[in-house]
């Protein structure tokens, strides 16, 4: 795996926005179907652009007795997290980095949007806001073991925690055939670590937006990039994690990678409007006696496999 | 050149934020404040070429300060601490305790006699630590998660003021009596 | 729509601005971030007024100089016992008479740990009517001569349905289904074929009945002893028969005799108010919304029987 720092500071933020601008505006247009709007495909793939300039001319809010500090600082922590997260993310046979403990830091990266989101919360003084961050603390402590052992289950098979290497043992086999538990496991924590529906309780419509309630302007965009950035940070590392990585036929390893990560993404995309919010108090339950043993199996299976 | 220059940034900053610790006046600062104390003191870490846990301590500490914030803050509810509140009392005597307890720590460190590095480093220091950790240290990590798994289960029973009883009724077979109904059927 | 003032360029009053809602509306106006634009709009005059709005905000909208915010009336508690027994702090916490997905007018003080409801209180209402007349829409004819039509009070019942559908899916974050049904009641309205809605309303009584994930969120929700009947889901479940029942009489041209003016069969088990604070206390704020979406279509007690309700 070649490694680029010029590509991680310049490409990648632009490359990664580019991808969920896409994403958004593929979104936008089932909306406009699903509403029946009476308007033209090109005018709702033009909504992000639109809402991108409605919110850079937005005034920013400030509320009452706010945390100013703890609230810009979490609003921010959001889209950095992602963008340090997806510094291991290869396209190809190329990653901005490939250090020895890539695993490892892209869970930690991932980890900082508990604390963005719930200083997010808490910043503007705001019960609603604040129920908001409080959820996400609650659903962490719900999809984060699962969402380890997924991850520990592919490092697990490669025999290392370098990315690059857990793609490299994929030549024969991918690891999504021989750990699905891990990979439905990873699909369901990974839209929950990016408060993705049906996980976006954080940002509930109950709470009139949640951690978002009062957020408006630039403020409101870094955040709401930031929460995209996760999707697609998420659904590109499920590529090297299970599917193989830039394997596959005819096409070159970066397109493959991009055609498996807008999949995964439709999967996401597509999920949220299947799905009713989840709410902790119910999926709390199946997460520990269900999906954690599931996963500790599957782990003790792929561990059996190597050995053996 | 450059890494003298990160270590003492790393180490001023980590000294600095785990003093506001108790100089802020709200809970959430001081919390996040002391996570950022040990973020630096990862990223010191890391210095040390020591990648997985330099890595390991921020992703602990983040999920440590954000559980511990929720539990403060839980028995003091003030969005964005509109109460300000001091994290210490006796002023003058506790900051020259800690003063004094700093000043004689960082002096020990530079009148200790360190042992000299012997050998080369190893490669992969993941892999050496994993090996240390799973070879000679087996016996101390075991014990130490015997530990702590029997500190949470006993934490858990002493804190629980219902029993399977109390759910469940006198012989068990009831439906559980929660004040809100989980989402597995038992 | 905006869900929180943060998100809007636009506050629209629509209907008559009652006293009840003066200072609510005032205060939502305070919090929109500039640019931003006010509209009233009284009936028939929609369209002209939002383009009016629309060629405001485009020239930077409008630059009122409001002093600073005023205080959300966010008061510190005492401390007090949780369902654990523990003693934590407390938030109060009014919600309503204007949040997104709410019973019109309907305010509820919470006493909040955390994002459990520990106390609730609902306020009385003192200008009940606001926007009721528009539910007699079918008998609106009465005393011009014209025929009501037994196809005409099933259209009415199904846009009330389809409309207290709309936000128990909103709330519950089933964005794509609450769309759908409020496609559904705005076509109604609009008088669309009863054929064509007849086969998208059936489509979305098949897609709700077949989601598991959402029958296992809302059992055992808001459940009472005696007076309202069942959970969240056999409410949910129950709105679903009735419209399935009633969708049929769309093309019915039968004529309805005007005895049963103003109450049709709206007749509802219990009165929100007397059960509401039972309902919502121990539960979380999630729950809590989802149970209040559940409890529509929203009546008041004079028009249920007496104030007290129907039952004790």
Known sequence: MTEGTGWAVLVLPLALTAFALLALAADAVVEVRVAHARRSVAAAAADPWREVARLLVGQRRTTVAADGVLWRSGVVTVPLAALLAALVLPLGGFAAADPGVGIVWFNAMEILGWAALWTAGWGPNSPLSLIGGYRFVAQGMCYELPHMFALITAATGAGTLRVGGIVDAQAELWFVVWMPVGFVVYLISAAAMAFWGPFDAPLGRDLSGGVVAELSGVDRLVLLTGRWLLVVVAAGMAVPLFLGGGRGPLLPAWLWTLVKTALVLTFLLWSRRRFPTVRMERFTEVSWLVLLPLTILQALIVALVVLV | MLTAVLFWLFGVSAVVFGFLVFRLDSMARVTFALLASFVFVACEVLLLGLSYLGVVIVLMMVMEMVIMAVFMIMYMMNPAGLMPMAMYHNKPGAMSVSLGTFAVLATGTFLVDWPESRGSRPSDTTKSLGESLMGPQMLTMMVLGLVLFATIVATVVLATNRGRYDRFGDDLRARPDDPVPGGVRR | ?312
């Open chain 3, 1 to 312: 729509m905006a869900l929180n003032p943060a998100d809007a360029d636009l506050v629209v009053v629509a209907g008559p601005l009652t006293h009840r809602f003066t200072e609510p509306v005032e205060r939502i106006w305070r919090q929109v971030p500039r640019p931003r634009a006010f509209v009233r709009v009284r009936e028939h005059e929609v369209g002209d007024r939002l383009d009016t709005a629309s060629v405001v905000l485009s020239r930077g909208g409008e630059h009122e100089d409001g002093g600073g915010e005023v205080p959300n009336g966010l008061v510190m508690a005492d401390r007090g016992t949780d369902r654990d027994g523990l003693a934590l702090d407390r938030l109060h916490v009014p919600l309503g008479p204007l949040l997104p997905n709410w019973p019109a007018g309907l305010v509820v003080h919470t006493t909040l740990q955390g994002d459990v409801i520990q106390h609730a209180q609902v306020d009385p209402p003192d200008e009940v009517g606001v926007g009721e007349d528009f539910w007699r829409w079918p008998w609106w004819p009465a005393g011009t001569g014209e025929e009501i039509t037994s196809g005409g009070v099933a259209r009415i019942r199904l846009v009330e349905l389809l409309d207290a559908l709309g936000r128990l899916f909103a709330v519950a974050g089933w964005l794509d289904v609450a769309v759908r049904a409020g496609v559904l009641r705005d076509f109604l309205l609009e008088g669309a074929e009863s054929a064509w809605v007849r086969r998208r309303l059936l489509r979305l009584i098949t897609r709700v009945r077949r989601s598991r994930t959402w029958w296992w969120l809302t059992a055992e929700l808001g459940e009472h002893r005696h007076s309202v009947v069942g959970d969240v889901s056999t409410r949910c479940s129950a709105w679903l028969n009735e419209m399935e029942r009633i969708v049929v009489d769309l093309d019915s041209t039968e004529s309805v005799p005007l005895d049963g003016l103003g109450s049709g069969d709206r007749s509802v088990p219990v009165s929100p108010q007397r059960v509401l604070p039972e309902l919502l206390e121990g539960t979380e704020f999630a729950s809590a919304r989802l149970i209040v979406a559940s409890l529509e279509p929203w009546r008041s007690p004079d028009e249920v029987g007496s104030p007290g309700g129907v039952d004790d």
